[in-house]
């Protein structure tokens, strides 16, 4: 499966500390896509990263890619209650046309 | 002003019964996709559509089948629903399709844009 894993599966963190979710991926990829999605939502794009990029930010986002690890690692910084959802890690892998989501991440921002 | 909508929002039916799950986007986007999430939360693609030809179609049984009038909308029709079929189903739309490799035409550096999801429960 080329499906992509996040890990932690859940985590429950402080409001205002820093959450730091990882994904893994298998095969070579074009890009990887970082989603959030709130309980009972669609999903919403936050950031995307180039395989020949290490490094973006978003605002308090700011997500990291090692090729040769095949890992990448989204940081949320000063959590918010707001930040509860589920994070999903998603890949384009070369020489297949669609989108592939990872396991997910449950962030839970305790106030 | 809904980028992807998606109707209904919730849908009880029972067992046997044929049901559609309508989908349209406004972003004037040439690619649609249905996404299947499970009940742990797995996000499966079963349909991806391009200017209204069918890109992907993934190892989904036949009793399901995808319509696409038109670039705007992507409908998807339920036969004999079963148990198992009971999930949340997510239209989403992007850009362009996630093209790799082939004669060295590469693309991929586009967003997907999600509707809010039909919860089916097949009873």
């Known amino acids: 499966s080329q499906q992509g894993e996040e890990d932690p599966q859940a985590l429950s963190i402080q409001e205002g500390e820093n959450a730091t979710m990882n994904c893994s991926y298998k095969t070579s990829i074009n890009n990887l896509q970082w989603y959030r999605q709130n309980s009972g939502r669609g999903l919403v794009h936050l950031i995307l990263i180039r395989s020949n990029e290490r490094e973006k930010h978003s605002g308090r986002l700011r997500v990291t890619l090692d090729t040769s690890k095949k890992s990448s690692s989204l940081l949320i910084t000063a959590s918010r209650a707001a930040d509860t959802a589920s994070y999903f890690c998603a890949t384009v892998f070369f020489g297949n046309e669609k989108l592939t989501f990872g396991t997910g991440t449950r962030l839970t921002i305790i106030p | 002003d809904t980028a992807v909508s998606q109707t209904p929002k919730y849908l009880v039916t029972q067992m046997g019964n044929d049901k559609s799950i309508k989908c349209e986007q406004n972003l004037g986007h040439d690619t649609m996709y249905w996404y299947k999430q499970d009940s742990k939360k797995f996000l499966k693609i079963m349909f991806s559509?391009?200017?209204?030809?069918?890109?992907i179609n993934e190892t989904v049984p036949n009793r399901f089948s995808p319509k696409s009038p038109d670039k705007a909308h992507l409908n998807l029709h339920i036969n004999s629903l079963e148990l198992g079929d009971s999930a949340v189903y997510f239209c989403?739309?992007?850009?362009?399709?996630?093209?790799?490799?082939?004669?060295?035409?590469?693309?991929?550096?586009?967003?997907?844009?999600f509707g809010q999801g039909t919860r089916l429960t097949v009873v």
């Open positions: 989403a739309s992007s850009q362009e399709y996630f093209v790799s490799g082939g004669q060295g035409v590469t693309s991929g550096d586009t967003e997907a844009f």
């Open positions: 559509y391009n200017n209204k030809e069918l890109i």
